[in-house]
């Protein structure tokens, strides 16, 4: 299992959600996103609002497959900067 730590600069809700999930179902592994104590599904719109995952919060992505870190990444890049 692959973590990636990233910092958000968007808000992910809304539209923004749906356009991440939309993405991420698209890969094989699952995906879990860690945001105040919460693990949520990232490939779930219900988990993904659950996840309450605003500017600036600091959030752990868990990949279970890493052949697919580097899809994964380019879908959270464009809401945040991995650190």
């Known amino acids: 299992m692959t973590k990636l730590k990233y910092i958000l600069f968007k808000d992910i809700a809304c ?6 999930v939309w993405e991420l179902r698209e890969i094989e592994s699952p995906i879990k996103i860690l945001n105040n104590n919460r693990l949520v599904n ?6 993904v609002l659950q996840g309450q995952l ?3 919060s600091e ?7 890493p052949t697919c870190v580097e899809k ?4 959270f890049n464009y809401y945040g900067k991995e650190v």
């Open 15 to 20: 539209r923004n959600a749906t356009n991440l």
């Open 42 to 47: 990232a490939k779930s719109i219900i988990g």
């Open 54 to 56: 605003r500017f600036n």
């Open 59 to 65: 959030i752990i992505i868990f990949v279970e497959d």
């Open 72 to 75: 994964v990444r380019k879908s």
